[in-house]
């Protein structure tokens, strides 16, 4: 394990006259009449985004603002894979007692999810408690090393965030994920809770089905609650999900690198691929070309590539004894928050049945990148819950918040 | 509706500058190590066709060699989607009774499997039956144009081979296909026999499960005892529907965001068409060049490779279908085919006169086995064979 180094992004020259070169020969393809959003990304919203990319986009511009983040770079050990260079952003709040929290984020998000909520979080007021904020990106995933030996899964994960965790000083933090963020800090709460993680919150509140063998009552709690229209409405757009915007998860989980090939080569296949995801799954968010764009780049010149974010997929698809993969087992206080257009709902009672459930929130707006796209109530949310008389005030000994 | 207009490729030198800038500027991917085939097509297998795509492979070579085949274009009015004009290979054979044949390819096929079959149908002799070989580019394919508006599903697909091959003077003629080419034959026939097509014979036999809707069929599924060749097959399937289907999910519900990829990388498209036709194949020996002719057949293509996947989201699922018809149909059974469905099942589905089961062979039967498929035509339609004369006129000699 190697000390902290600050790290500063610096894209080379020559990767970015190659994506220049390859925006020029960009060769689009055809569309059916009014397809809309019905057959993917349109094809007017890739070609405006391709020729602004091209010219007018100045990544420059936007990696000296990202390079004003707090960044560094740390190996890690971890068992069986050797040592794992990881990118992280680490704020600390200038509050004594500020609570330590790891922030993890998904697929196809990146760090730059933590930067709207990083000023909120670090924030000290007598009013609310304050954080010190620790969000890695995951290996594989914009500055860090991605892992090149089979079968990195969810344990794995859960080890490298609690050993960079302890060597930054916080042997005892709590946990904010979506997405893969969800599972991974959930599994990290299971393998290191309550000894390390104390709590967890999630934005992204899945979990196994029930079964009759294996969780009876839960099973039968599902089979005779009464779902509010609001629950009614989030199951249909959850079945819509999955029976319309799960091809990406069967390509990734099963031939991720017949897939890469594409990602890597094809800055407008690429930006299709994410921006589909980055539209469909928001609440309206008013994403600007430029924002895109930055978010696309961060794929486009990660370290390792485009093709190794979608390798966790596979992995977890592949795991010998997949149990609890959802929603791992955990003793820790979790909290909920919910977001209308989240892309999977489950029925409260069956997501209540999966842990100490101290906390939970319902939204009015937001969906999928809640942390980017509802920062302020997502930090409410993290506030009521760690906060004075909040449900989980003081799970981090000696770090109230204040 | 036109008429005929012989057709020659001629992919212009900008599109093959083009090709060769991307070629040089390719950006490959990492992989983990050992990873081979389990993480989808290996990066040194496509590094290797990559480099021999940019320096090496001459595509103007086989385009001389295709524009050997027999090959046309047509306009053909579809209800409701206007005129398509249609690539088309039609081979006529010496014999005055031949048998017209319309051969139909799917996804990632095209008119180039048709190629090893097509002198071994053509060829005239007192022991077999010769045949008229008609095998179109499906729309969007190859030289065939793209269709722009929603909803092309199997029956216009239907309607446009029988209009093609009413057009070239075959009121009644004889189908075959394997992937897309089973459900839109027998949807030919399900539409236009026995009047048009009078016998159909499919290299991918499958059809819908049965349901509690069809309970006899559903207990002799149940019940019926599997040869350890089917249980093997079945389990294969297993394989196939759990990690297998990835494109198939991809294709069938945002073929557009998947399009944007495989219209811009030369070495994205080769690897999702490649890892198909390598896994899809009976240890199919493909040389480099094959593989690459195939590729960029797609990547030339009329419509741009994107168009070739919409007929996912236009059909879907119902690709897994036996539309009832009441002309005869054979099955031919391939080891390596990547679905296989209990016979007891298939025969309840149609009146299959015909059944042969092959010891070598996979997805792509026309191209890999060329003569088991010729065979099983011949047997099908031959002297005393089970669909004999179906075509009034048109014995086969």
């Not at chain 1, 091209?54 to 511009?61: A, I, L, Q």
């Not at chain 2, 031949?98 to 007192?126: M, N, R």
């Not at chain 2, 016998?199 to 991918?204: D, G, H, I, P, V």
Request: proline fraction near 7%; aromatic fraction near 12%.
């Amino acid at each position: 394990m190697t000390s902290e180094q600050p790290f500063k992004i610096a894209v080379p020259d020559d990767a970015l006259v190659l994506l220049k070169r390859k925006l020029d020969d960009t060769r689009l393809p055809d569309e059916v009449d009014a397809a809309g959003w019905a057959y993917g990304a349109p094809l007017a919203d890739i070609k405006r985004l391709v020729s602004r990319w091209k010219d007018g986009y100045d990544w420059h511009t936007h990696e000296r603002k990202l390079n004003a983040l707090p960044m560094f770079t740390r190996t890690i050990a971890v068992d069986g894979f050797g040592e794992l260079d990881v990118h992280y952003v680490h704020e600390k709040s200038a509050a004594k007692g500020a609570i330590p929290l790891l922030f993890v984020h998904g697929w196809p998000g990146s760090f730059l999810e933590v930067t709207k909520i990083l000023p909120l979080l670090t924030s000290v007021s007598a009013d609310h408690p304050s954080f010190h904020v620790v969000a890695p990106s995951l290996p594989g995933y914009a500055w860090s090393e991605g892992v090149l030996k089979k079968g990195f899964v969810v344990e794995h994960y859960a080890e490298l965030f609690n050993k960079l965790m302890i060597s930054l000083g916080y042997s005892e933090y709590v946990t904010q994920g979506g997405d893969w963020g969800h599972f991974l800090t959930l599994a990290a709460a299971s393998k290191y809770g309550p000894e390390h993680v104390k709590a967890s919150h999630t934005n992204m509140p899945i979990c196994d089905p029930p079964t009759l063998s294996e969780n009876p009552i839960t099973f039968l709690k599902c089979l005779i609650a009464s779902f509010t229209s609001h629950e009614r409405e989030a199951a249909a757009a959850s079945q819509s999900f999955f029976k319309d915007g799960a091809g990406y998860i069967a390509e990734q989980a099963s031939k991720p690198q017949t897939l890469g090939f594409s990602l890597a080569d094809s800055p407008v296949g690429l930006l299709a691929w994410i921006y589909e995801k980055l539209v469909a799954w928001s609440d309206a968010y008013p994403w600007t070309d430029d924002e895109v764009l930055t978010w696309i780049s961060i794929y486009w010149f990660s370290r390792a590539g485009p093709a190794a974010s979608i390798r966790i997929y596979y992995e977890l698809a592949h795991l010998d004894n997949p149990k609890r993969v959802r929603f791992p087992e955990t003793s820790v206080p979790v909290g909920f928050s919910f977001f209308p257009k989240e892309v999977v709902h489950l029925p409260r009672v069956l997501l209540r049945a999966q842990a100490k459930i101290v906390f939970e929130s319902e939204h009015e707006v937001g969906g999928h990148f809640a942390a980017y796209e509802q920062p302020e109530a997502l930090v409410s949310d993290l506030r009521t819950m760690f906060g004075k008389s909040g449900p989980a005030a003081g799970v981090v000994p000696g770090c109230t918040g204040y | 509706m036109g008429s005929e207009q012989p057709f020659k490729i001629a992919v212009s030198d900008d599109a093959l500058a083009l090709l060769k800038r991307k070629l040089n500027d390719t950006r490959l991917p990492d992989e983990v190590n050992a990873a081979e085939w389990a993480y989808g097509a290996p990066l040194a297998d496509i590094k290797r066709l990559a480099n021999r795509w940019k320096d090496g492979y001459d595509w103007r070579t086989h385009e001389r060699k295709l524009n050997a085949l027999p090959m046309f274009t047509r306009t053909i009015e579809v209800d409701g989607f206007g005129e398509l004009n249609v690539h088309y290979v039609h081979q006529k054979s010496t014999a005055k009774g031949a048998i017209p044949l319309l051969f139909v390819h799917g996804w990632p096929g095209c008119f180039l499997e048709v190629t090893k079959v097509l002198p071994l149908l053509k060829a005239v002799s007192a022991d077999h039956p010769s045949f008229h070989v008609i095998a179109p580019s499906l729309p969007g394919y190859a030289w065939s144009e793209a269709v722009l508006k929603k909803g092309f599903n199997a029956k216009h697909y239907a309607e446009l081979f029988n209009k093609l091959m009413i057009s070239l003077g075959y009121t009644e003629y004889v189908t075959q296909g394997g992937d897309w080419g089973h459900i839109l034959t027998l949807t030919a026939a399900s539409l236009y026999g026995p009047k048009h097509v009078k016998a159909s014979l499919t290299n991918m036999p499958i059809c819908e499960p049965p349901t509690f809707g069809t309970p006899i069929v559903l207990l002799q599924c149940l019940i019926a005892s599997f040869t350890s060749r089917e249980r093997e097959a079945v389990a294969a399937s297993q394989d196939f529907f759990k990690s297998g289907m990835g494109y198939f999910r991809e294709q069938s519900t945002k073929p557009q965001t998947l399009g944007f990829s495989l219209a811009d990388s030369p070495v994205g498209l080769l690897a999702w068409i490649y890892e198909k036709l390598v896994t899809w194949t009976d240890s199919y020996p493909w040389t480099d060049d094959e593989v690459l002719t195939w590729i960029s057949i797609y990547w030339f293509s009329r419509a741009g490779p994107a168009a070739s996947v919409r007929i996912y989201y236009e059909i879907g699922d119902a690709v897994v279908g036996f539309p009832k018809t009441t002309i005869p149909v054979g099955l031919s059974f391939f080891p390596k085919e990547l679905a296989r469905f209990p016979k007891v099942l298939l025969r309840s589905k149609g009146r299959i006169v015909f059944e042969s089961e092959h010891e070598a062979g996979g997805h792509f039967a026309a191209y890999e086995q060329p003569e088991a498929l010729v065979g099983d035509l011949r047997k099908m339609f031959g002297k005393s064979g089970p669909a004999a004369g179906v075509v009034s006129g048109c014995d086969g000699y």
